[in-house]
C-alpha cells in the first residue's frame, strides 16, 4: 500500500485566498483525521471523521476551515479565507477502528502551509 | 481532557549510548501510541501499546497503564534516531499528543 497521501506537499498563498488540502486514506481503513502541527500549539487534532461520517470537529478552529470526506477514498481541508495565523504543517492520518481492537493511526507525509 | 506529559523535553546523545523516555497521562485511556517525527517532518508510528511491553530492534517501550505512564527505550543509539519522538493516547476515539522529546544523537 503506497500509506496516507496528501497533496499539496507545499502550499504558499496570500491572505485572504482559498487554500484546500487533500488526502486519500489507506484503502480499507474507515477512520480518517487531520491534524494541525504549529511551534507555538504542538500537534492538535482538528477533526476526525467514521465511514465518512464527521464524528468530532471540536478542534477546528473557526468558521474559515471545513472539511468533507464525499467518499471513503477522500477527504478535504478547505480554509477561506486563510490568514498569516494558518500557517502550519497539516497532516492526515487514517486507521481502522474497530471496537476492542488495535486502532494504529498511521500518518501522510503533511502539508507546509504559508500564508504570506 | 486528558493531559500528556513528556519527559525529558530535550535530550543530546553520543551515539551508542542508551536513553529512556517518559510518558505520563493524566486519565485511562484505550490505547498509546509512540511516533517518531525525522528531521524531514514525516511521522512514523513506533508503537501501538496501550500496555505491556513490545520491542522492535533497538527499540522497546512499556506501558504500566494502572500507573498511567508509558517509557520508549533506545538503545546503542545512532544518528538516524534523532528527531522528536511523540507520545499520543486514545480516550474513545482521538489522539492527544504530548509536546514530545526532542532527541540529537552526535557521531
Known amino acids: 500500500d503506497a500509506g496516507v497521501i496528501q497533496s499539496p506537499r507545499h502550499e504558499v498563498t496570500e491572505m485572504g485566498q482559498e487554500v484546500t488540502l487533500r488526502c486519500k486514506p489507506i484503502s480499507g481503513h474507515n477512520s480518517l483525521f487531520w491534524y494541525r502541527q504549529t511551534m507555538m500549539r504542538g500537534l492538535e487534532l482538528l477533526i476526525y471523521?467514521?465511514?465518512?461520517?464527521?464524528?468530532?470537529d471540536s478542534g477546528m478552529p473557526e468558521d474559515r476551515f471545513s472539511a468533507k470526506m464525499p467518499n471513503a477514498s477522500f477527504s478535504t481541508l478547505k480554509i477561506q479565507p486563510s490568514e498569516p495565523r494558518d500557517s502550519a504543517v497539516y497532516f492526515c492520518?487514517?486507521?481502522?477502528?474497530?471496537?476492542?481492537?488495535?486502532?494504529?493511526?498511521?500518518f501522510g507525509p503533511g502539508t507546509r502551509l504559508l500564508v504570506l | 481532557g486528558i493531559q500528556v506529559e513528556q519527559s525529558p523535553p530535550d535530550l543530546i546523545l553520543q551515539e551508542g549510548a542508551n536513553s529512556t523516555l517518559r510518558c505520563n497521562f493524566s486519565d485511562s485511556v484505550n490505547n498509546l501510541q509512540w511516533f517518531h517525527q525525522n528531521p524531514w517532518g514525516q511521522l512514523i508510528n513506533l508503537f501501538y501499546i496501550p500496555s505491556g511491553t513490545k520491542q522492535n530492534g533497538r527499540l522497546s517501550a512499556t506501558t504500566v497503564a494502572t500507573e498511567r505512564y508509558s517509557l520508549l527505550y533506545i538503545s546503542s543509539s545512532q544518528t538516524t534516531d534523532s528527531g522528536v519522538y511523540f507520545c499520543?493516547?486514545?480516550?474513545?476515539?482521538?489522539?492527544?499528543f504530548g509536546k514530545g522529546t526532542m532527541l540529537l544523537v552526535s557521531p
Open positions: 499520543a493516547v486514545r480516550r474513545y476515539s482521538t489522539l492527544t
Open positions: 471523521f467514521n465511514n465518512n461520517v464527521p464524528i468530532d
Open positions: 492520518a487514517s486507521s481502522l477502528f474497530e471496537a476492542g481492537g488495535s486502532s494504529t493511526q498511521y
